[in-house]
């Protein structure tokens, strides 16, 4: 537990005696209880029993969960920030609807505590995920400072055989991810947002190294699973990022995405029948992702390809560093410096022996694919 939770502890009782503190570890299970209740495809008690096994492999801190309890001192509402909140955001999870006696109020306390917390830890994001039709959440969590920034819109696909036929064709080359590649995944990911139609909001509001340490915590990360293609000159068009899904066969798609000149020339086409046809060659499974609601062209593409709907969420976000509504905040500079754009950030990292340009340390040394660039397929 953080050291400076002692003094974020929190008292809003509204003639009611509630109060907002860090959960007790005899409190843990009822707190998950509450924040997963309605979680699609489990019980409570499985979806609690799994949780806790990914908490496991994730390393992440129970203790950090932040509750709202009544008179009796028994738990009625909780927050978890998913931590540790790898390049710099938390996705802090929250029960799908208020108990009687919760209002907005308690609901922006405790949000206040567990996002001082993270800026405190130096994380630059929070963000919450709640069901559309629970609208009561939703202005709770905008009463908290929080900004909706899209319509999350949940796929799946089952995969139980490859798509025949070739996929690519001679004049493009698909790469995978390890320490040579790193800058240019970081350079095609970051050109791949513009005019994009995916979460715009977001758009420039963080860097893109961060972005990738990110993208590495959805799911089970495997660098043999993050693909980027290119023509024969080297000119890279688009990528197509991975992760496996945890305590199941399949994959998360993270992210698909090509920069503004490759776009309509089927190449997203492309990468996701080799994300199917990926799928198929390890036995099958099923292929989940999130898009945009507002990002047609991404949806009518996922249909081509068999997905159907599982279910929505509405993404709200809030700037823990600067506090500024995301359409104030100044986008972060562009262009080929990348983690250079920002020369405060640099110089620090600098000032700690820290190389900016450097792969991270979960960059393999070389993918064996990358000797010589595989045809697309």
Same mark, same amino acid.
């Given at each position: 537990m953080s050291g400076v939770s002692n003094s974020l502890v929190r008292r809003n009782d509204g003639g009611r005696g509630l109060v907002v503190r860090h959960v007790q570890r005899s409190e843990i299970d009822w707190? %998950?209880? =509450?924040? $997963?209740?309605?979680?699609? /495809?489990?019980?409570?008690?499985?979806?609690?029993?799994?949780?806790?096994? %990914?908490?496991?492999?994730?390393?992440?801190?129970?203790?950090?969960?932040?509750?709202?309890?009544?008179?009796?001192?028994?738990?009625?509402?909780?927050? $978890?920030?998913?931590?540790? +909140?790898? /390049?710099?955001?938390?996705?802090?999870?929250?029960?799908?609807? =208020?108990?009687?006696?919760?209002?907005?109020?308690?609901?922006?306390?405790l949000l206040a505590a567990v996002c001082e917390e993270q800026r405190q830890g130096d994380i630059q994001l929070a963000q919450? =995920?709640?069901?559309?039709?629970?609208?009561?959440?939703?202005?709770?969590?905008?009463?908290? /400072?929080? !900004?909706?920034?899209?319509?999350?819109?949940?796929?799946?696909? !089952?995969?139980?055989?490859?798509?025949? +036929?070739?996929? /690519?064709?001679?004049?493009?080359? $698909?790469?995978?991810?390890?320490?040579a590649m790193h800058y240019r995944f970081c350079r095609t990911l970051e050109r791949s947002y513009i005019d994009s139609l995916d979460c715009p909001t977001l758009t420039g509001r963080r860097l893109i190294t961060d972005v990738i340490a990110g993208h590495k915590t959805s799911g089970e990360f495997d660098p043999e699973l993050w693909h980027l293609v290119s023509d024969i000159e080297n000119h890279d068009l688009g990528v197509l990022l991975l992760n496996r899904l945890h305590r199941q066969a399949g994959y998360e798609l993270v992210y698909i995405g090509m920069v503004p000149e490759a776009r309509g020339r089927g190449l997203g086409n492309m990468l996701l029948r080799l994300a199917i046809n990926s799928l198929a060659r390890e036995g099958g499974g099923q292929i989940v992702t999130a898009c945009d609601a507002a990002n047609n062209p991404a949806r009518k593409l996922y249909q081509k390809h068999g997905f159907g709907y599982l279910y929505a969420r509405k993404a709200l976000c809030k700037d823990l560093q600067t506090g500024l509504p995301f359409a104030d905040r100044p986008q972060l500079p562009t262009g080929p410096s990348l983690v250079l754009t920002r020369e405060n950030d640099v110089r620090e990292l600098q000032h700690h022996g820290v190389d900016p340009f450097a792969p991270p340390p979960d960059a393999p040394e070389v993918s064996p694919s990358n000797q010589q660039a595989e045809q697309a397929p």
């Amino acid at each position: 537990m953080s050291g400076v939770s002692n003094s974020l502890v929190r008292r809003n009782d509204g003639g009611r005696g509630l109060v907002v503190r860090h959960v007790q570890r005899s409190e843990i299970d009822w707190a %998950l209880h =509450l924040i $997963l209740s309605g979680t699609v /495809g489990s019980s409570p008690d499985q979806a609690v029993a799994d949780f806790r096994a %990914l908490a496991t492999i994730k390393n992440m801190d129970l203790t950090s969960i932040w509750v709202v309890a009544d008179q009796k001192n028994s738990v009625v509402w909780a927050a $978890l920030p998913m931590s540790p +909140g790898a /390049g710099r955001s938390t996705m802090i999870m929250v029960p799908s609807r =208020l108990r009687p006696g919760v209002g907005s109020t308690h609901v922006a306390e405790l949000l206040a505590a567990v996002c001082e917390e993270q800026r405190q830890g130096d994380i630059q994001l929070a963000q919450v =995920l709640v069901d559309p039709a629970h609208k009561a959440v939703i202005r709770a969590v905008e009463d908290a /400072g929080f !900004e909706a920034v899209s319509d999350l819109h949940y796929l799946a696909r !089952e995969v139980t055989g490859p798509i025949p +036929g070739r996929i /690519g064709s001679d004049d493009l080359r $698909l790469w995978r991810y390890d320490r040579a590649m790193h800058y240019r995944f970081c350079r095609t990911l970051e050109r791949s947002y513009i005019d994009s139609l995916d979460c715009p909001t977001l758009t420039g509001r963080r860097l893109i190294t961060d972005v990738i340490a990110g993208h590495k915590t959805s799911g089970e990360f495997d660098p043999e699973l993050w693909h980027l293609v290119s023509d024969i000159e080297n000119h890279d068009l688009g990528v197509l990022l991975l992760n496996r899904l945890h305590r199941q066969a399949g994959y998360e798609l993270v992210y698909i995405g090509m920069v503004p000149e490759a776009r309509g020339r089927g190449l997203g086409n492309m990468l996701l029948r080799l994300a199917i046809n990926s799928l198929a060659r390890e036995g099958g499974g099923q292929i989940v992702t999130a898009c945009d609601a507002a990002n047609n062209p991404a949806r009518k593409l996922y249909q081509k390809h068999g997905f159907g709907y599982l279910y929505a969420r509405k993404a709200l976000c809030k700037d823990l560093q600067t506090g500024l509504p995301f359409a104030d905040r100044p986008q972060l500079p562009t262009g080929p410096s990348l983690v250079l754009t920002r020369e405060n950030d640099v110089r620090e990292l600098q000032h700690h022996g820290v190389d900016p340009f450097a792969p991270p340390p979960d960059a393999p040394e070389v993918s064996p694919s990358n000797q010589q660039a595989e045809q697309a397929p």
